[in-house]
């Protein structure tokens, strides 16, 4: 069963304004899909209608195969798909981090014992396991977030939709919950990022462009990123070391084609200097 | 008009048990036409530091001036204990205590219409019933005396200034913009006093690629024709080796180097004790140099680009 797959999906408003124009997408269990598209591309309006926060216009989706239009199942697909978004200070609920990540499973009459259990390995799954009896207010950005997830967790979802969920952190806060992420992709959940910061959809298994609410590209990174010029047409761009890489390639260094990360992009060029 | 600080402290809490220092002896001068950057991590001092520079918050240790503003405020102690000679605003003789604070007031709300400062998601504090009202309340604010023609001419100049259609957004709402379109008018609201120093706390944080390349093609632009000063808070490594004349790194409260970009990233270390990162140009160029190959560069990608080929060019002569 795929853990996600909409069909013909379209959403407008009342005002006839469209935002997403039939989308087909469909996500594999344990897969990690980043969503990458610009401002009012439709993306974070289809991360609602996957959680059922909103009823497409027409077309389906279903998680785990349970239609999100049916309103008996959204209980089920909301436990079994949690969302976090892009405010830290929006998400937090309670003022002690352990009250915060109950609120979940006490929603849903998860027993008080094992609550407690819950909150120890959704801390523990992002880290955070020294900060149960502290206060969100006082957490950096990227501590919010880890908890906004850590609560998430406590609900044991089997896909996590990340919204954007580090726009506004910086760089250390972003690598602290990106490493997160990865790690619980690892141990097997669906992951479905949206963001614009191409670097983390550099080591993702599959890339969607969204632009004017259509798909307009699908494929591993390294695939998509290898096609500039429609990125940029997207109002996307490519990360700043495949951008040195094509330029330096134009400029007639023998740099190889798939170069995206800093890290490829050194080792390439040290390696050419050292040998001539 | 030159920024000048000397011996600038801040103490958040003072005399309780939460006393924390939050800037610890700043001297800094940031001259008339710079693009400033000011980096450092959360919890640096460099948003405490720009808040100082229009008078949120009143400097109460060391100096600072904005232009010929002086920005030292004085408690009443403090007041006290100045004699006639040194007491501000003293034509021979010093004012009363209250006098002195309304004075003092005074020249701040002055200074505000000349030093703006845009904070981050600056799209959070719109307020206006449509883009005229939200534009319009600085200039009220600020020029109480303009009659509506006036109002209008600046408010109309603000907001094509910012790159927007005048005519199409000035009676929308602003809520029903684009996130990027929100901040543009985020932004001709500070801009329509005219001010001559520009603060930005983390101005594209959260736009996407395209929209942030526009708001800094924007800003280079208002510096050029209108802004003589422009300061950026920035976590971006990358934009601020693009983008800068000279940057400030604050750490815990410290600042620790004031160097133009080709000199401050030449030498990595220094950024990378205080746990920041160094932009790709400087992280490959310091790589090369290890390999023996020493690339001249300002680190933009640009001319970082266009070095390396020029270098690899000269090699594959050579052999």
């Known amino acids: 069963m795929k853990a996600l797959e909409t069909s ?28 990458l598209g610009k401002n009012g591309s439709g993306k974070s309006t289809l991360a609602r209608i996957i959680n059922g926060l909103l009823t497409p216009t027409s077309g389906t989706v279903k998680v785990f195969g349970l239609d999100s239009s049916d309103k008996a199942n959204l209980f089920e697909i909301r436990k079994r798909a949690g969302m ?19 609120f979940g499973p006490e929603n849903i009459g998860v027993p008080p014992k094992e609550i407690g259990e819950r909150i120890d390995q959704a801390l523990a799954a992002v880290k955070m396991q020294d900060f149960r009896k502290a206060t969100p207010t006082r957490l950096s950005g990227g501590q919010k977030q ?22 506004m952190l910086d760089p250390h806060g972003r690598e602290e919950v990106m490493s997160v992420v990865k790690e619980l992709n690892a ?18 298994d599959r890339v969607i462009v969204l632009f004017d609410g259509k798909v307009m590209m699908q494929g591993s990174p390294t695939e998509v990123f290898a096609r500039s010029n429609e990125l940029e047409k997207y109002g996307l761009a490519m990360p700043k070391a495949a951008y040195i890489a094509q330029k330096l390639r134009a400029g007639g260094l023998p740099i190889s084609k798939n170069i995206y990360s800093g890290e490829a992009l050194e080792k390439e060029l040290c390696e050419l200097f050292h040998r001539g | 008009m030159r920024i000048v600080s000397q011996g600038l402290t801040y103490t958040y809490n003072k005399s309780t048990p939460f006393e924390s220092k939050a800037l610890k002896n700043i001297t800094l001068t940031v001259e008339e036409g710079e693009f400033f950057g000011i980096i450092g991590h959360t919890g640096s001092g460099k948003s405490t530091f720009i808040q100082h520079l ?9 100096s600072l001036y904005v232009g010929e503003t002086n920005m030292k405020f004085y408690g009443k102690k403090e007041y006290a204990a100045l004699s006639d000679q040194n007491a501000p605003y003293a034509e021979g003789k010093k004012l009363s205590y209250r006098k002195y604070k309304k004075a003092y007031k005074a020249d701040m709300k002055k200074l505000r219409s000349r030093v703006g400062v845009v904070f981050q998601y600056p799209e959070y504090q719109l307020f206006g019933e449509t883009v005229f009202d939200d534009v319009a309340f600085g200039v009220k604010n600020f020029f109480p005396e303009s009659t509506p023609q006036e109002v209008e001419k600046r408010v109309k100049e603000a907001v094509l200034r910012v790159g ?50 526009e708001l800094l093609a924007l800003l280079h632009t208002l510096h050029k024709n209108v802004i003589k000063t422009i300061i950026i808070v920035s976590h971006d490594m990358d934009d601020v080796a693009e983008n800068c004349t000279k940057v400030a790194v604050f750490s815990k409260g410290e ?11 030449k030498d990595g270390e220094k950024l990378k004790e205080v746990g920041l990162d160094v932009p790709l140009t400087a992280r490959l160029a310091s790589a090369l140099a290890e390999t023996g190959t020493v690339i001249d560069t300002d680190f933009t990608a640009e001319d970082f680009i266009s070095r390396v080929i020029e270098k690899y060019k000269n090699r594959v002569k050579r052999t």
Do not use: W
């Not at chain 2, 990027?180 to 005219?194: F, M, N």
């Open chain 1, 8 to 35: 013909n999906l379209n959403f407008s408003y009342e005002d006839g304004k469209t935002i997403l124009n039939d989308v087909n997408i469909s996500v594999e269990q344990g897969e990690y899909v980043c969503l």
């Open chain 1, 146 to 167: 880890r908890i906004a997830i850590a609560g998430v967790l406590a609900l044991k979802p089997e896909i996590l939709i990340l919204d954007e969920s580090t726009a």
């Open chain 2, 54 to 62: 229009n008078g949120l918050i009143p400097v109460s240790e060391g």
């Open chain 2, 255 to 265: 600042l620790i180097a004031v160097a133009p970009p080709r000199e401050l990233f």
């Open chain 2, 164 to 213: 927007l259609n005048y005519d199409e957004v000035k009676d929308k709402s602003p809520f029903d913009l684009s996130g990027g379109q929100k901040r543009r008018v985020a932004l001709a609201g500070v801009i329509v006093t005219e001010p001559q120093i520009l603060v930005l706390d983390e101005p594209v944080a959260g736009l996407d690629p395209q929209g942030k390349k």
């Open chain 1, 187 to 204: 141990s097997g959940i669906t992951v479905i990022n949206i963001t614009h910061y191409m670097d983390e959809a550099l080591d993702c």
């Open chain 1, 84 to 102: 976090v978004f892009q405010n830290p200070d929006n998400q937090m609920v309670a003022s002690i981090v352990e009250d915060d990540i109950a």
